[in-house]
């Protein structure tokens, strides 16, 4: 594949959306190549459906949650991110497989490992070039929050520090591919150590 895989991660209101807004903005104008923005869940139709029950929907198990996420995951790749990546483009998705090891693995305490190795088997083990984890205290996750609040942001402080934790440890265990950022920092610096680190995968003299 000649195209590039970016994945942002982090906490719900640390600012993934409008991260990834302005590197998609900057890759176009920069390069010319086309950028593909995306998100899990929801990349897909079949993925609006899925992220409908996941947020929106009744409470469910914790098993039935990680394998929903897994079957948005598995349809996400093979119908929108690896056609997007042969063709050459930069794919930037809004939350990846790092997200359900940490929610469904950390925060509802399945086994990290077992949700790993079903979002690896969803996707034939596409993994990013780059992971932002935009990192950010969950006390302050509320007041970034905007309209009501979906299952998991209604899930508790507890859940939300083992989700935090989750992702810094897989950040630690991986810093090839992570880049772990203070989401307190102003807007503008984290662009411009994002674009930093996104910069030389890109080619050419930006």
Same mark, same amino acid.
């Given at each position: 594949m000649s195209g590039l895989f970016i994945s942002f991660e982090g906490g719900d209101g640390a600012g993934k959306t409008t991260q990834l807004t302005r590197l998609a903005e900057w890759v176009a104008q920069a390069t010319g190549q %086309?950028? +593909?923005?995306?998100?899990?869940?929801?990349? =897909?139709e079949l993925g609006r459906s899925l992220r409908q /029950? $996941? *947020?929106?929907?009744?409470?469910?198990?914790?098993?039935?949650?990680?394998?929903?996420?897994?079957?948005?995951?598995?349809?996400?790749?093979?119908?929108?991110?690896?056609?997007?990546?042969?063709?050459g483009a930069v794919v930037l998705t809004d939350r990846y497989l790092d997200s359900s090891v940490a929610y469904q693995g950390g925060g509802r305490e399945l086994?990290? %490992?077992? +949700?790993?190795?079903?979002?690896?088997?969803? =996707?034939?083990?596409?993994?990013?070039?780059?992971? /932002? $984890? *935009?990192d950010l205290d969950p006390?302050?996750?509320?007041?970034?929050?905007?309209?009501?609040?979906?299952?998991?942001?209604r899930a508790g402080g507890e859940f939300h520090r083992r989700t935090r934790a989750a992702f810094l440890d897989r950040?630690?265990?991986?810093?090839?591919?992570?880049?772990?950022?203070?989401?307190?920092?102003?807007?503008?610096?984290?662009?411009?150590?994002?674009?930093?680190?996104?910069a030389p995968l890109l080619g050419g003299d930006q």
């Amino acid at each position: 594949m000649s195209g590039l895989f970016i994945s942002f991660e982090g906490g719900d209101g640390a600012g993934k959306t409008t991260q990834l807004t302005r590197l998609a903005e900057w890759v176009a104008q920069a390069t010319g190549q %086309e950028v +593909v923005r995306t998100r899990e869940p929801g990349g =897909t139709e079949l993925g609006r459906s899925l992220r409908q /029950v $996941l *947020l929106h929907g009744s409470e469910i198990d914790a098993r039935t949650e990680a394998l929903l996420f897994a079957a948005d995951r598995a349809h996400h790749v093979a119908a929108l991110i690896r056609p997007a990546l042969a063709r050459g483009a930069v794919v930037l998705t809004d939350r990846y497989l790092d997200s359900s090891v940490a929610y469904q693995g950390g925060g509802r305490e399945l086994s990290a %490992e077992q +949700v790993e190795e079903l979002s690896l088997f969803a =996707t034939d083990h596409l993994l990013p070039a780059v992971t /932002v $984890l *935009l990192d950010l205290d969950p006390v302050h996750l509320p007041e970034r929050l905007t309209g009501d609040p979906d299952r998991l942001e209604r899930a508790g402080g507890e859940f939300h520090r083992r989700t935090r934790a989750a992702f810094l440890d897989r950040a630690a265990r991986d810093p090839e591919r992570w880049l772990v950022l203070d989401a307190a920092q102003p807007v503008d610096v984290l662009h411009a150590q994002i674009r930093a680190r996104v910069a030389p995968l890109l080619g050419g003299d930006q």
